[in-house]
């Protein structure tokens, strides 16, 4: 349930309004002041509760039921974009376009610190790599795991681009907190992963939270409630593709997912155009879709050799395919309302 306050009313009265709905009805009670206005969401068992009687508080302006199972990551609960900043003033969301790029895998110093510098100096805000590799096939390359860490803070270092790394469970968290990772990849496999998602909300970093293979909309949305239910609110949404009947490409990436999400929740919606299509010349024309769709930002891998990348490597750009792209969002992005 959520219920809008008149512009009119005042803090002390919300306040006092807040805590006797807890009190009288036993529910929580989140409070968000906007530009505009001020919502209240009522969260737990609200059957019981009389609309007319919460209508008839003078402060009142209007209450609707949510039916949604998802409330926190709700657009009717939270009407304003939510814009996650990092602690060196970076943002994902609002008129910024985010470009997060990098290799699949972190392979050597020298491969990370080169792409590093490369897609910096092309215009990502973002270096993305992996660490730790979920692969279908045991016997596949499993990533550098803690050095690989390592490795990225060097490229950071070098570079001043924050770390974007994929987490595969609660034993890691500790170890990406402390190797002070500033944006924690849920990958697909481990969308519904509720244990890792529990914890994750417990702490303060943002969150990239991938769709998965054969995730609903609706589906992907609680697992954001999982983690924000927790505390954390900092969770950015990434549409990756899904697993359908075609097979000419590595996944179909669902466009409309965007402004799907873009209207029914709050959260920043990011795009993997590289996971979608698994072929390097799709990357492009799947990317400029993904922007014209509203997406607040892009996640590409970057290879400066493809050829001999340790895992992904036919749907990585090499560094000059990356500086094309990059300039063409740079064009596109103001038709857009966004800015590169």
């Known amino acids: 349930m959520i219920i809008v306050l008149k512009p009119d009313c005042t803090e002390e009265q919300r306040n006092d309004f807040a805590a006797e709905l807890e009190d009288t009805y036993g529910v929580s009670v989140n409070t968000w002041v906007g530009a505009q206005s001020t919502v209240l969401g009522l969260i737990g068992d ?13 402060i009142v302006e209007t209450v609707k039921r949510v039916q949604e199972p998802y409330k926190k990551a709700n657009r009717k609960f939270h009407p304003d974009d939510t814009i996650v900043t990092l602690p060196n003033g970076l943002q994902i969301g609002g008129k910024q376009l ?10 050597s110093e020298e491969q990370i610190t080169e792409v590093a510098q490369r897609v910096q100096k092309a215009g990502a805000q973002f270096l993305r790599g992996g660490a730790f590799k979920p692969r279908t096939s045991p016997y596949a390359f499993q990533g550098l795991k803690a050095q690989g860490l390592d490795l990225l803070n060097i490229a950071k270092k070098k570079t001043g681009l924050p770390i974007v790394t994929e987490l595969m469970s ?4 500790d170890l990406f907190l402390d190797a002070g990772v500033d944006v924690i990849q849920v990958g697909a496999r481990n969308m519904q992963n509720f244990d890792l998602l529990r914890e994750l909300g417990h702490i303060k970093t943002p969150i990239l939270l991938k769709r998965g293979l054969s995730a609903t909309i609706e589906e992907l949305l609680m697992s954001a409630e999982y983690i924000m239910a927790g505390g954390n609110e900092n969770v950015i949404l990434c549409e990756r593709g899904i697993r359908t009947y075609e097979p000419f490409t590595r996944n179909t990436l669902d466009i409309s997912a965007v402004p799907i999400l873009k209207r029914i929740s709050h959260l920043p919606v990011i795009v993997d155009p590289s996971h979608a299509g698994g072929i390097s010349w799709l990357v492009e024309p799947l990317a400029m879709a993904a922007l014209a769709a509203g997406a607040d930002g892009l996640i590409i ?23 094309h792209l990059a300039a063409r969002l740079k064009q596109a992005a103001p038709l857009f309302g966004k800015t590169l």
Not at 98 to 107: F, K, N, T, W
Not at 170 to 173: A, F, K, L, T
Request: proline content about 6%; glycine content about 4%.
């Open 170 to 173: 609660v034993r890691q968290i």
């Open 301 to 323: 891998e970057v290879h400066n050799n493809p050829k001999k990348a340790l895992s992904d490597g036919a749907q990585s750009l090499t560094p000059d395919q990356f500086d």
């Open 98 to 107: 985010s470009l997060i790029a990098g290799p699949c895998s972190v392979e």
């Open 46 to 58: 609200t059957a019981c509760i009389d609309i007319d009687n919460i209508a008839a508080n003078d």
